[in-house]
Nanobody, 119 residues
Framework: VQLQASGGGWVQPGGSLRLSCAAS????????VDWYRQAPGKQREFVAIITEAGNTNYADSVKGRFTISRDNAENTVYLQMTNLKPEDSAVYFC??????????????WGQGTLVTVSS
């Protein structure tokens, strides 16, 4: 099962974007889903997580500005990003584990979506 991250783009400081993470094929369920990001020359860092039960946690750098949510009917997870700052510029990746349509467990990374925050 592959994950597809989408919704990235260019936005001015203070702007907003919503990223989506969904499986590329029909699956039974998504369990815990994380968002990570990697800026040029930097290590990949944790951004947010939402558990199967809907519990969330965020990196300190995005608390109060980013909101992770999920639509279980669509097996999609969203990352709403507001008040974006230039330091939020990075490639954003989603990572998730879940149950495939054949009932096998999977764990996958999305291909990444680029977010650029600049004036």
């Amino acid at each position: 099962v592959q994950l597809q991250a989408s919704g990235g783009g260019w936005v001015q400081p203070g702007g907003s974007l919503r990223l989506s993470c969904a499986a590329s094929e029909t699956i039974s369920s998504l369990n815990d889903v994380d968002w990570y990001r990697q800026a040029p020359g930097k290590q990949r860092e944790f951004v947010a997580i939402i558990t199967e039960a809907g519990n969330t946690n965020y990196a300190d750098s995005v608390k109060g500005r980013f909101t992770i949510s999920r639509d279980n009917a669509e097996n999609t997870v969203y990352l709403q990003m507001t008040n974006l700052k230039p330091e939020d510029s990075a490639v954003y990746f989603c990572e998730a584990d879940g149950i495939a349509a054949n009932w096998e467990r999977f764990r996958s990374w999305g291909q990444g979506t680029l977010v650029t925050v600049s004036s």
